[in-house]
């Protein structure tokens, strides 16, 4: 009896597990390819389905083949039309298929994986279409507490996974939410996450409806960011603009309606830290303020710290602004241009063979109605009397006439080189930036028997420069380092000068006067910031910076009497920890020290920070912070009757330019409800 009951139970096991264990051939496949390669169908099945796909890309041509489209077919099926014609065959065995050459037999050898539990598992997030990766992106275990966010260049580490089978839940600001199942076989090597953009229109697939996120509010006080796929959604006169959609946010502000300019928490502009990938940009707008400096074909993320920033960040009083540039698409070329009423732009991706890309992109103003009447409006130059002398007695009638005709442009271009290996990634990313104005005018007079000619010069011109070569190592699952040279440079010019020459009675006089104003500021920047993830709930983060800046400024009146000439000098030393410590699964902690030598004054600047986050219930959140801020190069606003309120880039000196010096307190409380999130 106990033999034959056994028996039974030994059978049902058998066909119980048979009927569970789905193989590669019979996943059943709802999809549809334009335009692709073979390579690229292959990867897309392997990474939708999670099965192993085993190919030689010399084997296969890299040709764009015949659109294709498959709903609920056999995947062994779909693989014997796609290689229909083709001097190949396949083999499947369990989640894996073969491919290869006709002639050459398969050998298939059935690999098995030990089951883990509460594991580490490390990988990347990237985006399915292009193949960048995805900064800051969120990675969950569905059902629990358990998550983390992908760095910088979207690696991840995931401590205490619960089984190999658990469910992910990946998430990153303007992309559809991906439930993703974990298998034996997928966490035996990094795992590669890929998401699609929310507005993409893909292939007929079920999926669970997700609304389309425009902003991400972050668990720590003050960190918000916004989707630049989404950001196309916002009202704005010239197109995508970063900075106009951040001044819809509480705590952000604009001066005018017109400025692009950050007001955060009652700061100024020049208190703000600009990062793109890495150097620092001094000057954010063209047009008097009308765009933002950064073209959004360029930008990959942009995340803001309104105030109570992490001890990484320092020189600034009121907020940071991390942008992150796009690398390019690494898995076909791809290019577009685009029109407004004010400009005009236009991109280039191309990738570089298995590991490279490179991305070009260019924006241009053009002198429309529309730009026009800004620049009228915002134009500040006045006339005033020629310098014409006194007209004899006894002469009269003559002549006059005086030309202007008045011109002005903006320009931005970006480029970025990158090339990935498995533990390595090297990019060298490029930026400038100008605007050119020109109300300038030439004058001939005729009175009599005297003359004058000559003109006004009305020049105006300000942009950036900027470059860095960054290098990132993923030393192992827990230790991760980036190591970054900067420059960058800001210029600013001003002219508004008259050179006449009046012709009488034989008599030539020459008459020269106005003012001349230049403003130049470089920074060269060296930083290293490593990453060390203790545990899930600790993660050590600590660095290294040294900045050399050297900063020029004239200010001349009537060509001779020079009223201001600086020229300034400085090193600044800075070294920096933080830990992020998770407690109880409702409390995070983050304590840091920032410390920086000055040599100006020759003192050190010590600027501790702290900051919390309790999760009061699962949808009700506290948060807090408190820093001491210090900033060294600052900007001085000149007021003048003649050329208007003009600004330009000095460093402090402890004596009668002073060191900048900011305490933030910050509270907060988070509601999250379904679809909804209030903050305050």
């Known amino acids: 009896m106990n033999l034959y009951k056994i028996s039974i139970i030994l059978l049902l096991l058998i066909f119980t597990q048979q009927g569970f264990s789905q193989?590669?051939?019979?996943?059943?496949?709802?999809?549809?390819?334009?335009?692709?390669?073979?390579?690229?169908?292959?990867?897309?099945?392997?990474?939708?389905?999670?099965?192993?796909?085993?190919?030689?890309?010399?084997?296969?041509?890299?040709?764009?083949?015949?659109?294709?489209?498959?709903?609920?077919?056999?995947?062994d099926e779909v693989i014997q039309q796609l290689l229909k014609g083709k001097d190949l065959h396949y083999k499947i065995m369990d989640m894996q298929i073969v491919i290869r050459k006709s002639d050459e037999q398969i050998k298939l050898e059935r690999k098995t994986y030990q089951r883990k539990s509460s594991f580490t598992l490390s990988g990347t997030v990237k985006d399915k279409k292009s193949g960048e990766s995805?900064?800051?992106?969120?990675?969950?275990?569905?059902?629990?507490?358990?998550?983390?966010?992908?760095?910088?260049?979207?690696?991840?580490?995931?401590?205490?996974?619960?089984?190999?089978?658990?469910?992910?839940?990946?998430?990153y600001t303007g992309y559809k939410t991906k439930q993703f199942h974990l298998s034996p076989k997928l966490v035996s090597n990094d795992i590669l996450i890929e998401l699609m953009p929310e507005n993409n229109q893909i292939e007929e697939v079920v999926v669970t409806a997700e609304s389309e996120e425009l902003m991400k509010v972050y668990k720590e006080v003050g960190v918000v960011s916004i989707s630049t796929k989404q950001?196309?959604?916002?009202?704005?006169?010239?197109?995508?603009?970063?900075?106009?959609?951040?001044?819809?946010?509480?705590?952000?502000?604009?001066?005018?309606?017109?400025?692009?300019?950050?007001?955060?928490r009652g700061g100024t502009p020049d208190q703000n830290l600009v990062l793109y990938d890495g150097f620092t940009v001094y000057h954010v707008d063209h047009l008097f303020g009308m765009f933002s400096a950064f073209n959004p074909n360029a930008v990959k993320d942009v995340k803001l710290y309104k105030g109570g920033f992490e001890s990484k960040y320092g020189g600034r009083l009121s907020s940071v602004m991390e942008i992150t540039g796009k690398d390019g698409n690494e898995k076909n070329f791809n290019m577009g241009a685009g029109i407004s009423?004010?400009?005009?732009?236009?991109?280039?991706?191309?990738?570089?063979?298995?590991?490279?890309?490179?991305?070009?992109?260019?924006?241009?103003?053009?002198?429309?109605?529309?730009?026009?009447?800004?620049?009228?409006?915002?134009?500040?130059?006045?006339?005033?009397?020629?310098?014409?002398?006194?007209?004899?007695?006894g002469r009269g009638g003559g002549r006059s006439k005086a030309q202007s005709e008045p011109s002005s442009f903006f320009y931005d271009l970006n480029a970025k080189l990158t090339y990935k290996f498995t533990k390595d990634i090297f990019s060298l990313s490029f930026y400038n930036g100008q605007d050119d104005l020109d109300n300038s005018s030439t004058t001939n007079i005729a009175r009599g028997g005297m003359s004058m000619n000559g003109g006004r010069n009305d020049l105006t011109q300000w942009g950036n420069w900027g470059a860095s070569g960054k290098w990132s190592r993923r030393w192992n699952e827990s230790f991760y380092s980036n190591a970054l040279v900067s420059y960058s440079k800001y210029y600013s010019k001003r002219d508004m000068t008259r050179n006449n020459t009046v012709y009488r009675d034989g008599e030539t006089i020459e008459?020269?006067?106005?003012?001349?104003e230049d403003n130049q500021l470089q920074d060269y920047t060296f930083k290293m910031d490593n990453e060390w993830k203790?545990?899930?709930?600790?993660?050590?983060?600590?660095?290294?910076?040294?900045?050399?800046?050297?900063?020029?400024?004239?200010?001349?009146?009537?060509?001779?009497?020079?009223?201001?000439?600086?020229?300034?000098?400085?090193?600044?030393?800075?070294?920096?920890?933080?830990?992020?410590?998770?407690?109880?699964?409702?409390l995070t902690l983050i304590p840091g020290i920032r410390a920086s030598y000055y040599d100006v004054t020759d003192k050190f600047y010590f600027e501790p920070r702290a900051s919390l986050n309790y999760d009061l219930t699962k949808k009700i959140k506290l948060k807090g912070s408190w820093g001491q801020y210090y900033q060294f190069a600052k900007r001085i606003i000149r007021d003048d009757m003649e050329?208007?309120?003009?600004?330009?880039?000095?460093?402090?000196?402890?004596?009668?330019?002073?060191?900048?010096?900011?305490?933030?307190?910050?509270?907060?409380?988070?509601?999250?409800?379904h679809n909804y999130l209030f903050s305050a």
């Not at 005009?344 to 991706?349: H, L, N, Q, V, Y």
């Not at 208007?644 to 999250?672: C, K, M, Q, V």
Request: charged fraction near 20%; hydrophobic fraction near 35%; charge should be negative.
């Open 511 to 516: 008459i020269n006067r106005g003012i001349f």
């Open 134 to 171: 995805l900064p800051f992106a969120q990675i969950m275990v569905k059902t629990t507490t358990n998550g983390t966010a992908s760095n910088v260049d979207g690696y991840f580490t995931l401590f205490n996974v619960p089984s190999d089978t658990s469910l992910l839940l990946v998430s």
């Open 231 to 264: 950001m196309k959604t916002l009202p704005s006169l010239g197109g995508q603009d970063l900075f106009r959609s951040f001044q819809l946010l509480p705590g952000v502000s604009a001066s005018n309606e017109s400025s692009s300019g950050l007001y955060v």
């Open 341 to 393: 009423f004010l400009s005009f732009d236009g991109f280039a991706e191309v990738p570089l063979g298995e590991n490279g890309t490179f991305l070009f992109t260019g924006r241009r103003s053009f002198q429309s109605f529309l730009y026009n009447d800004i620049f009228d409006s915002f134009n500040s130059t006045t006339e005033t009397p020629t310098d014409m002398p006194a007209q004899p007695m």
């Open 643 to 673: 050329s208007g309120s003009r600004d330009f880039w000095t460093l402090g000196n402890g004596d009668n330019i002073p060191i900048g010096f900011a305490t933030h307190y910050i509270g907060g409380l988070s509601y999250e409800a």
């Open 23 to 75: 193989k590669a051939g019979e996943i059943m496949v709802t999809k549809s390819y334009y335009g692709k390669t073979l390579r690229n169908v292959f990867d897309d099945l392997a990474s939708s389905y999670n099965i192993d796909i085993d190919y030689r890309k010399e084997d296969i041509s890299n040709g764009i083949i015949p659109s294709k489209s498959f709903r609920n077919k056999p995947l």
């Open 534 to 586: 203790i545990t899930q709930t600790n993660q050590l983060e600590f660095g290294v910076q040294a900045s050399y800046y050297d900063i020029d400024y004239l200010f001349t009146r009537n060509d001779t009497l020079v009223i201001q000439d600086r020229h300034d000098v400085a090193s600044l030393a800075t070294v920096y920890v933080q830990d992020n410590i998770r407690l109880f699964n409702s």
